[in-house]
């Protein structure tokens, strides 16, 4: 099915709320101090979407790889949505577990969230390593933990596009 990006969020839309999962990776935040991770919830349940899963997990490759995939055969969630673990730091291991489980990427959203992110914090915005991808069926996307990365990442980026992308990995 061709046409445009416009014709796809307008099937999309048809298709009511998304269902999204939630998860903030650190190894000191908690529900009451998850700014992040509220942030998101926010966002998505404010546009009408539903956060059916949300949970902090420590910064550990093989716990982060093992939500992942209970998240997937657990839940209905269409978009999975990691947040913190991103940066260059040896404890920032988000990018690593997930990166190996990506089928499909999607580099532009690491680039545009970079291109944004240089605009705020200057040449800093190049220690991300948020990224997108697909994986058994879902989208996956990983931002930093800081609230104002979480903020740009969703209002810049993921929630201008949440029924488009929960709707192409599920065609």
Known sequence: M??????HRDIAAKNGPVRVAVVTVSDTRSRANDGGGDLI??????????????TIVKDEPDQIGALL????NDTDARLILFTGGTGIAPRDTTYDALARKLEKTMPGFGELFRM???????PAAMLS????GTYRGRVVMCMPGSPNA???AMDKLI?????HLAWEVAR
């Open 2 to 7: 061709g046409g445009s990006s416009q014709q």
């Open 159 to 163: 929630m201008p596009e949440i029924q």
């Open 116 to 122: 944004l992110s240089y605009s705020e914090v200057g």
């Open 41 to 54: 919830e926010n966002r998505v349940t404010d546009a009408g979407h539903v956060v059916v899963f949300r």
């Open 69 to 72: 995939d209970t998240i997937i």
């Open 129 to 132: 390593r948020a990224t997108a």
């Open 150 to 152: 979480v903020q740009v």
